[in-house]
């Protein structure tokens, strides 16, 4: 269905009709009826990312001899996306992020996972192509829609239209995810849907200028704000603040109910993990996924010694709650 729904949609673009019509054919923003955003704090959410690896792109892609983006570090783009504007990593002018996850993303009923950014309103959008991949060779992109106009460029402090906008992540303002189905991707060649093992977010270059314009699906230039490159921060482009895993209502765990604490974070010896319930396996990863440390829970806190460890910060996985560890 979702694939007769994608060929319509093209068919209807191409004859003009949609524009003609005036009609807007996707969801909008948050709070708005038929919004399929996910909340950061949704129940449905089962995991999120324990691993990301960032290629900066430039800060101005039409400045070949300026700077790339520094704003942010990988870690932005782990464990729980954050309500801070200020907790996230540019990717900058056609940069990507990678990321890994403890456990392959299965192709479920709906949306399987969702892509967060730093957006501080509904209309102040910077866009991502996402794309997935089950060997970490072979990546597939979802098809993305933009149907906003492109004669004239969508400025630095610009607005977008969200329901002109699908399968482009940074569709919802912070604290909401732009939500992806894999079955959408049903019938492509060199992935498994139901082992999704990294998904792949690409910042849109947001410029109409067809030297360094990037397209949607069906060839469209996608303009969004550009250039948003920020001198002082070194930042530009979309701002990833983290990528969660979906599962459906009824396949929620209820093994944690309460949130984890954590103490003392950032943590010198020993961290105490509190909000648990016995029984429930807990793991400690570097930021490039790699398991440092595991235990079950034997009641409702539990201690896990990290003085060992470099200073830095690591990802804490417990059920389907996830937590940043800062390290001393």
């Known amino acids: 269905m979702a694939h ?86 540019s990717l900058g002018d056609g940069g990507s992020a990678t990321l890994t996850f403890a456990a392959p993303i299965r192709n479920i009923p709906g949306p399987d996972f969702a892509v967060f950014e730093n957006s501080f309103n509904d209309s102040f959008l910077e866009l991502a192509f996402v794309e997935v991949s089950t060997d970490g060779i072979r990546f597939v992109r979802f098809p993305a829609t933009s149907l906003t106009q492109t004669e004239t460029q969508v400025g630095p402090i610009g607005t977008l239209d969200p329901t002109l906008l699908n399968n482009l992540a940074g569709k919802f303002r912070i604290g909401y995810g732009t939500p992806f189905d894999l079955d959408e991707l049903r019938d492509s060649a060199g992935i498994n849907i139901d082992s999704i093992c990294y998904v792949r977010v690409v910042d849109v270059v947001g410029t109409i200028d067809p030297r360094y314009a990037t397209r949607d699906a069906y060839g469209h230039i996608v303009n969004d704000p550009y250039p948003t490159s920020d001198v002082v921060y070194a930042s530009g482009g979309f701002d990833l603040t983290g990528v969660a895993v979906l599962t459906t209502l009824s396949g929620i765990s209820s093994a944690t109910t309460a949130p984890l604490t954590l103490h003392p974070n950032p943590a010198g010896q020993w961290l105490t993990v509190g909000g648990l319930t016995p029984g429930i396996p807990l793991r400690l990863y570097s930021l490039g996924g790699q398991l440092l440390r595991q235990a079950t829970s034997a009641g409702t806190t539990t201690s896990l010694f990290v003085g060992d460890l470099p200073r830095g910060t690591y990802l804490l996985q417990a059920a389907e709650q996830s937590r940043k560890v800062v390290k001393l």
């Open 4 to 89: 007769r729904n994608i060929l319509t949609l093209a068919a209807l673009l191409a004859g003009g009709i949609l524009a003609a019509s005036g009609q807007s054919p996707f969801c909008g923003a948050v709070g708005t009826e038929g919004c399929n955003a996910i909340a950061a704090d949704s129940p449905r959410i089962a995991a999120w990312a324990t691993g990301c690896t960032v290629v900066r792109g430039p800060v101005d892609i039409a400045d070949p001899e300026g700077e790339k983006v520094r704003f942010g570090t990988e870690s932005a783009g782990i464990g729980l996306a954050s309500s801070l504007t200020t907790d996230a990593v």
